[in-house]
């Protein structure tokens, strides 16, 4: 599975922004997909993971209620939906396929990786 991360980009504080994750190769409809951010200096994190079929999610408690991730199958296209953003969100974001069905916390069980997109939050 190739990855391309997009929709990255300068916004204020409070603003929000919708990132896309385009993948094209194996069916994309077989892997859950995650989102993670590493900021400068920083280790990669965890923010989101979906199911294959959409039918859960998950979330880091520190974007609960701000970031909202789904996917569409038919698009081969998963999103991550950015809000309320803050300064601290400042970061190079990654999308990433998981194809064990589980372990949505655990970087290592993304065996794919998009390429990043940049989310600088500034006024």
């Known amino acids: 599975v190739q990855l391309q991360a997009s929709g990255g980009g300068l916004v204020q504080p409070g603003g929000s922004l919708r990132l896309s994750c385009a993948a094209s190769?194996?069916?994309?409809?077989?892997?859950?997909m995650g989102w993670f951010r590493q900021a400068p200096g920083k280790e990669r994190t965890f923010l989101a993971a979906?199911?294959?079929?959409?039918?859960?999610?998950y979330y880091v408690d520190s974007v609960k209620g701000r970031f909202t991730i789904s996917r569409d199958n038919a698009k081969n296209t998963v999103y991550l939906h950015l809000n309320s953003l803050k300064p601290e969100d400042t970061a190079v974001y990654y999308c990433?396929?998981?194809?064990?069905?589980?372990?949505?916390?655990?970087?290592?069980?993304?065996?794919?990786w998009g390429q990043g997109t940049l989310v600088t939050v500034s006024s």
């Open positions: 979906i199911t294959w079929s959409g039918d859960a999610t």
């Open positions: 190769g194996r069916t994309f409809s077989g892997y859950g």
């Open positions: 990433a396929a998981n194809s064990y069905g589980s372990g949505w916390y655990e970087i290592s069980l993304y065996i794919y």
